[in-house]
């Protein structure tokens, strides 16, 4: 076997049982958490013997380990359960969901790379001058600002008070596709602000780094343009780091999917943890960590494994 | 160059902007159509299951009751010609109309109603508060089902008039089963569920086999959208995109009446009440004594928090009924603000240097900043409050239940025409089984039980008000159980101006009619 399979090997059963940790850590917190899941499905008024019966129903009478081993068993079946409070399966709330989530996130990831690339670039071409202070300042507001309080003034100026956008609800990109957009404009811009700084902050810094290398200053005496270099030699180098930037703001995105989901009225994922935590439906949470925590878990493997692929110094290194 | 074709690129994007709006925000509530935001999703669908005002709004255009509640308190007759009582037999008689059908054509018929009864006694989390008094359902002929009940109860009326008043079709559920019900409303009402993306919206169109002939629904379309953020739901409807809202907080309506261009639909008879709760069930608390409890009322200043708090949304009160309304009782004194008799009831006590006790409440901003001010007060007298926010589970699960020692802030403790079964389930013996607050507490003294249990079995209106203002006058000044401070209507609705309510949000009935909100 050679290092590379080892190295990708070694890295998927790291992340398996990261996974394993994470179950045991949700369900064990699910169960710590204050509060019958049951009485707030049924209200504080029910009848005891409705409430008891109900927890008959949902195990919850059962010894905890033998919860978590239904629990998992259930799992690995590909059997999320039912809400406890939707009534509805979760694997299809999953599905429907997900789906919505990354139609925002996405997109806010693109924009955010495509715009701090090229802010990135203005700042390290025009370094030192006014449009370099300005976009400077305009990046580190962006980094700074809570997401739900850019999310309520950019509703505010562009729904209330120009009336160019809608501010609540979503469309399927697959049905509507100009309503997608219309709708989708400001939660994307939303959820984009915090990774288009990262990267912005990131192009610039590593632009002139890169600029100051030996290599650079040997180009220019050929004669290269500046252009050539800048963009064909400069700019690759510089985009490497950007890759790991992304692949840790991944989970930024997811989280700030929670707030700018809740702000806009878009029933996706972050809704239904926010809702789903709120009203303590344990088996829905725990799902949804699951598979949130696998996603955040698949990007990073993913990171990994192209790291060890670039370089194999890093791959060797981990052999060792 | 460059910069300029960077320029020109953000030119384009903001140019771009409006045409993508062009057809958006503001069409979104088109003249056949009425679109309403509400704060939550709703958790619960089928009829028997429905528990908070958002889904009373959600499903109220498309289930109906048996009874309606008039403006002034009144049943009247609606999916039901009539109900008749026999106090000696226990029994009331229900009646229905027999032109009703449900959206899925079947007929509302004795059959479906004795189903719906036992049904509802079997599974609703409200049997016990609503049913609790009844033995047995006996159909007597195809129109007329006969109520048993085990003790007399002038409440039944009542509760046909809210939730278990509410029909479902009985061929859906025989069709398609339990767990397909509680997801599916199927129900008698003027429009029927055509769209529901969760934590999204519900869009309605109109019933076209409704039975009800006479009514005229003004929209074609119903669209509940649910905003779970008060100031999106500002934006929402100041851009246009909703026509109304429900569940804005004292503060937002107050901010969105003063801008002006928006009106008030508020039930009339339902009022949530602002209402500290002296829950100890512990011997040597402090608050086991009367006199402490009295101080603790003595030492807060409701009509000034009302005034300050309540932005004017809310009404300082000193017991459950309304001024203006039959249940009010202007003998009860209450405890106007006096922080000198606060202090001289505590020495009296043996509490002359205070002491600290906890008082704890759901996780909610407006009732947080209350119990700042009550905390402020308690100061004055020497009283050291510590403040328990629970989170919404822990809340739900824990308040009416296992409170230890210390008090409860009751978060707009709501109430209706069910005001005496309230009172009944929180301050008499019923409360110790288990299904009204303080089932723990020591504070149920037997002669405030036999009050509401005079007032629950009354065969009249006017012994049942007699009994339960006595009851009132024990709760609150004899024993001084709960001390309540404001009360504010328990179901708003903001609307845009040119919406006019003749009778659904702004009704004595707590489900709105969607037959009479229109446009101008």
Known sequence: MNSFARFVIKRILISFLIIFVIAVFIFSVMRIMPGDPVRVMLGSEADPAIVEKIREELNLNKPIIAQFVIWIEDMLKGDFGRSLILNQDIGEMIAIRLPVTLSLTIPALILATIFGIIVGILCATYRGKLIDQVLTVIVATANGLPVFWIGIVLMYLFGTILGWLPTIGYANPFEDFFGYIRKGILPMTVLSFRPFSLVARQVRTAMLEVLRQDYIRTEKAYGISHRRIKYRYALKNALIPVVTVLALEVRTVVGGSLIVEQIFSIGGMGRLIMTSVLSKDYLVIQALVLVTSLFVILCNLLLDISYGWIDPRIRLAEGK | ?520
């Open chain 2, 1 to 520: 160059m460059k910069k300029g074709g960077i320029f020109a690129l953000l030119i384009l994007i903001c140019l771009s902007l409006p045409a993508f709006g062009a057809s958006g925000s503001k069409k979104a509530s088109k003249d056949g159509s009425f679109v309403v935001g509400v704060l939550t999703e709703c958790s619960n669908v089928a009829a028997w299951r429905l528990r908070s005002s958002q889904e009373r709004v959600a499903f109220a255009p498309i289930y109906e009751t048996l009874f309606k509640m008039s403006d002034k308190g009144d049943i009247e007759g609606y999916l039901a010609e009539k109900i008749t009582s026999n106090r000696d037999k226990l029994t009331y008689t229900v009646t229905l109309r027999k032109d009703v059908n449900f959206s899925d054509g079947s007929k509302l018929d004795a059959d479906v109603l004795l189903w719906n009864f036992k049904n509802f006694k079997e599974n609703s989390q409200y049997s016990s508060t609503e049913f609790g008094m009844v033995e047995s359902f006996e159909k007597a002929d195809d129109y007329t089902v006969v109520i048993r009940l085990k003790q007399w109860t002038s409440q039944v009326p009542f509760a046909l008039a809210r939730n278990a008043g509410l029909m479902y079709s009985k061929k859906a559920f025989d069709d398609n089963g339990y767990n397909w019900c509680l997801q599916h409303p199927v129900g008698t009402g003027p429009y029927v569920l055509d769209k529901w993306v969760n934590d999204e919206y519900k869009t309605y169109v109109r019933n076209a086999k409704y039975w009800n002939k006479a009514a005229k629904p003004f929209f074609n379309e119903l669209k509940v959208v649910v905003i779970g953020d008060e100031a999106a739901a500002q934006n929402a409807l100041m851009s246009g995109e909703i026509d109304g809202y429900h569940g804005f907080s004292s503060a937002s309506q107050a901010a969105m009446l003063k801008r002006g261009g928006y009106v008030q639909y508020a039930n009339k008879l339902g009022y949530g009440v602002y209402i500290v709760v002296f829950a100890s069930d512990v011997k040597s608390s402090p608050l086991s004594d009367v006199r402490v409890r009295k101080a603790i009322c003595y030492a807060i200043d409701n009509a000034t928090m009302s005034k300050k708090l309540g932005f004017g949304m809310t009404i300082a009160n000193n017991q459950y009924g309304i001024p203006g309304t039959k249940f009010y009782d202007e003998s009860i004194k209450g405890y106007p603000y006096d922080p000198a008799k606060a202090k001289a009831l505590l020495a009296e006590a043996g509490y002359s240097k205070g002491f600290t006790t906890t008082i704890y409440t759901g996780n909610d901003m407006d009732m947080t900043n209350w119990l700042v001010g009550i905390q402020g007060y308690l100061k004055a007298v020497g009283i050291t409050l510590r403040i328990e926010i629970l989170d919404v589970a822990e809340w739900v699960s824990t308040y009416m239940y296992d409170i230890p020692e210390g008090m409860i802030f009751g978060p707009r403790h709501s109430f209706s025409s069910n005001i005496v079964n309230q009172a009944l389930s929180n301050f008499s013996f019923n409360a110790i089984g288990g299904v009204g607050m303080l089932n723990k507490c020591m504070l149920h003294p037997a002669d405030v039980n036999d009050a509401l249990q005079k007032a629950v079995s009354s065969d009249n209106d006017s012994d049942m008000l007699s009994n339960f203002k006595n009851a009132c006058k024990l709760i609150f000044d004899e024993y001084c159980l709960a001390y309540p401070l404001a009360n504010s209507s328990s179901s708003v609705v903001i609307c845009k101006d040119n919406i006019v309510d003749k009778g659904c949000f702004n009704a004595g009935c707590e489900f709105p009619d969607y037959n009479l909100i229109s446009r101008k």
